[in-house]
């Protein structure tokens, strides 16, 4: 396979190109590249430009339809604003039916676009005015209370009520629109629904509720608003040739349409609203199928969204922009439009570019062959005077062209001939000499540069190492001694329990017998028993005694736990029990880990596998097991701050230490807390010397660098980190279970 390869790159090496080629088919190629990469460029610009300039035409309407719904969707709500006020001075009196209903209808001649204008009061009365009624215009309608019927008058010019038209059961504080006003306590809408006696037309309710001095519900004004002037204001808007403006509710129900479709439709006798799921226009369910599968959720649409899908085989851009008000109302404007509007000319213009650089293309070939040959001519007889000089020839004849470049080159061919092989020696040692100087300059930087870095890392690691050494230095002196202190008191009260217990013993057998042989002991004596009540004072007197020796006996082992986790007397390498050294710190900060007024006990869960006793630096190692420790408890608590007792019950503060064997030769242990997590950018430089994100004062940021060192130059082992933001933080080290006897003592 090798022989297959070698022979077919000495194949490709030993092919030479003729000089026509050379000179046509670059040619060729870079008028065919210029060709195709400018009939590429102007169909994506145009393209571009396409796609520009619908959006921006889709934001313009966007921008036109959101400034109408503004202005168009705040008057009911002013007109309610307006009446709560007249309620206020008097001018609308609640219980006068009849006068309010003329004051609603001569609001409903002053606003078309209402087809209800009225309030209804908490006992079901109320009054307003509105063009609802099939066959009327203005109709007046009074509700006297209770369980009676809702009646509508026709008016005279005035306002007066002429002629009861129709009358039906109904109870306002029943309906929907009542109840939710009521509920909210506040200015709404309340539904949108087909409006009854009008021809594909839906109707918003805006609501306000009505309250006395004393802040008492008396009832709702209710504004019935057209909706079919929003559609009228769409189809007045210039798109493009073919776009269309929809506007729909989150659940997809139509609102308003650009073109003439229809929005309700009857169903078993009543009216119901068109979603543009289900609409009859195939266009309109094509557009809702290209938002659904860009955005499955119309809620989820919280910002304008800009989409292409295809559709019959043109791409159709649409455009999606929520609009909201203050009262409740969350709609979407989709505004569509073909891109076939936008694309006939552009690819009239394509064609003709692209005939026209076809065209150039052919012309240049054919140029390109004629200069070529008329090149090549000299070109070639220079070539056959070359080898004749090659050969050793040199009476060759000067070759002459009309083109005085190749006539110079002729010229001056037979000066190379002799001037070449003294310059390429020369160029030679000059070359050879320049790469000596600069292999050798590059080397002396290369090696300062690796020496810079190295002692500058060695610098931090000193700095660390003097820091941390007089720290741990002092503190192991301090806990020592401390230790040695508390141990000499401790000693001589735990080693005089013994006694004090024997003789109290003895003493209480003593005053048995006095009992037995004294039945009848002097009054004095009988006073003072029965004073010091002595069957308790011998009860509780051992207790005491027991107590004391607990005590004792817990100072011992905290003493102990001080002098094994300072370690001062095991500086070299020993072969010691990681159990106990985690026991040992977990002891030194029990009062951490203790409940406080403000957060929980922390949960100390021991996972402890079968281990070895381990060669290692005891001291150090507990050292580690310390600074890892007191970061969980550190993020643990920082995790709880802040938070209820209820929210720390259900996520209560946990840390777990588990021990294993690993591979027979390594021991791993591992501490996992439920604490806050470290962050991405911050978990790359936890092991940087003198990184912290305490507080000053706090922290140092040498624990984690320490250890480390501790952990992996000084065991040769690993230690690593895998954290979530929120959810904890895992350490996990990993040491040989012998070390090497050539391993020195190093200084922390």
């Known amino acids: 396979m090798s022989l297959f390869w070698k022979h077919l790159t000495e194949c490709r090496l030993d ?10 088919v670059p040619f060729v190629l870079q008028i065919s590249v210029a060709v195709g990469l400018t009939g590429y460029l102007s169909l994506r610009n145009g393209q571009q430009a396409v796609n520009e300039l619908a959006q921006q035409l889709q934001r313009e309407v966007a921008e036109r339809v959101d400034q109408h719904l503004d202005t168009y ?50 006992d079901n009365a109320g009054s307003g005015a509105g063009r609802w009624l099939k066959g009327h215009d203005i109709v007046i309608t009074v509700h006297p209370g209770g369980t009676t019927k809702d009646k509508n008058y026709e008016a005279d010019n005035h306002g007066n009520i002429t002629k009861l038209v129709y009358q039906i059961d109904y109870q306002a504080t029943n309906d929907v629109w009542y109840v939710e006003t009521a509920k909210a306590a506040k200015p709404i809408w309340s539904r949108i629904y087909a409006a009854e006696g009008f021809n ?73 609203r068109y979603s543009i799921s289900n609409h009859p226009n195939p266009f309109i369910r094509s557009i809702a199928q290209g938002i659904h599968q860009k955005f499955p959720v119309f809620g989820a649409i919280q910002s304008r969204k800009n989409f292409v899908f295809s559709l019959n085989g043109q791409q159709q851009y649409v455009q999606v922009t929520p609009w909201r008000d203050r009262f409740g109302l969350d709609w979407l404007i989709v505004v569509t439009m073909p891109e076939s509007d936008f694309m006939a000319q552009i690819n009239a213009n394509t064609r003709n570019t692209i005939v026209l650089c076809l065209s150039a293309l ?109 720290k741990m230095s002092a503190l192991g002196q301090m806990v020592a001694g401390i230790a040695h202190e508390i141990n000499n008191p401790v000693n001589f009260i735990y080693g005089n329990l013994t006694h004090l217990n024997t003789y109290t013993q003895d003493l209480m057998s003593l005053l048995e017998i006095y009992q037995q042989y004294m039945l009848n002991p002097p009054p004095a004596i009988e006073q003072k028993l029965n004073q010091i009540d002595l069957e308790f004072l011998t009860q509780d007197l051992n207790n005491l005694l027991h107590s004391m020796q607990i005590g004792a006996e817990r ?75 007191s970061n969980a408890i550190d993020a643990v608590e920082q995790s709880h701050s802040g938070k209820t007792w209820q929210e720390i019950e259900s996520y209560p503060p946990r840390i777990q230490i588990c021990t294993q064997l690993k591979n027979t030769n390594y021991v791993q242990v591992t501490i996992t807390d439920n604490g806050i997590g470290i962050p991405e950018q911050v978990r790359s430089r936890i092991f940087d010397p003198f990184f912290t994100t305490k507080p000053i004062g706090k922290g140092t940021g040498l ?46």
């Open 200 to 272: 594909n037309y839906v109707t918003a309710s805006a609501n306000a509720p009505i309250y006395d001095q004393k802040s008492q519900l008396l009832g709702v004004l209710s504004i019935d608003l057209l909706l079919s002037d929003i559609s009228q204001f769409l189809q007045k808007i210039r798109v493009s040739a073919s776009g269309q403006v929809l506007i729909v509710e989150r659940d997809g129900k139509l609102i308003a349409s650009s073109g003439h479709q229809a929005l309700v439709f009857k169903k078993n006798g009543k009216l119901e």
């Open 555 to 629: 100072i011992c082992e905290i003493v102990l736990s001080l002098r094994n986790f300072s370690r001062l007397d095991e500086a070299e390498i020993k072969t010691v029990d990681l159990h106990q050294g985690l026991d040992n710190t977990l002891l030194i900060l029990r009062h951490r880990l203790q409940a406080t007024a403000g957060s929980k006990a922390i949960e100390i869960i021991k996972d402890y596998g079968q281990l070895p006793l381990v060669e290692c630096y005891a001291g150090q190692l507990n050292q580690v097991f310390m600074n890892l420790l």
């Open 73 to 122: 969707l705040a008057l009911p709500h002013q007109i309610n604003q307006l009446n709560l006020d007249a309620i206020q001075q008097g001018i609308i009196d609640l219980k006068n039916l009849k006068s309010s209903g003329r004051y609603f209808w001569k609001q409903s001649q002053v606003f078309p676009q209402i087809s209800f204008v009225g309030y209804y009061l908490a």
């Open 362 to 470: 052919a012309t240049a070939t054919v140029f390109g062959i004629f200069t070529a040959d008329w090149i090549t001519r000299p070109i070639l007889a220079l070539h056959k005077s070359s080898k004749a000089i090659a050969q050793g020839d040199l009476a060759q004849p000067i070759i002459t062209s009309k083109i005085r470049e190749l006539e110079a080159l002729g010229q001056s061919f037979h000066l190379m001939a002799i001037q070449l092989q003294t310059s390429f020696t020369a160029l030679e040692q000059i070359n050879t000499q320049l790469e000596e100087r600069v292999a050798q300059r590059t080397q002396e930087l290369s090696d300062k540069n690796s020496q810079l870095n190295e002692t500058l890392a060695q610098l931090h690691r000193t700095q660390a190492q003097m820091i941390q050494a007089e």
């Open 15 to 24: 092919y030479r190109a003729p000089l026509r080629a050379v000179l046509i």
């Open 703 to 748: 624990g984690l660098s320490i250890s480390y060192q501790i952990i992996t130059q000084k065991h040769k082992g690993k230690l690593e980190c895998t954290s979530i933001s929120g959810q904890g933080t895992k350490f996990c080290i990993e040491i040989p279970i012998h070390q090497h006897s050539e391993q020195k003592f190093l200084i922390i």
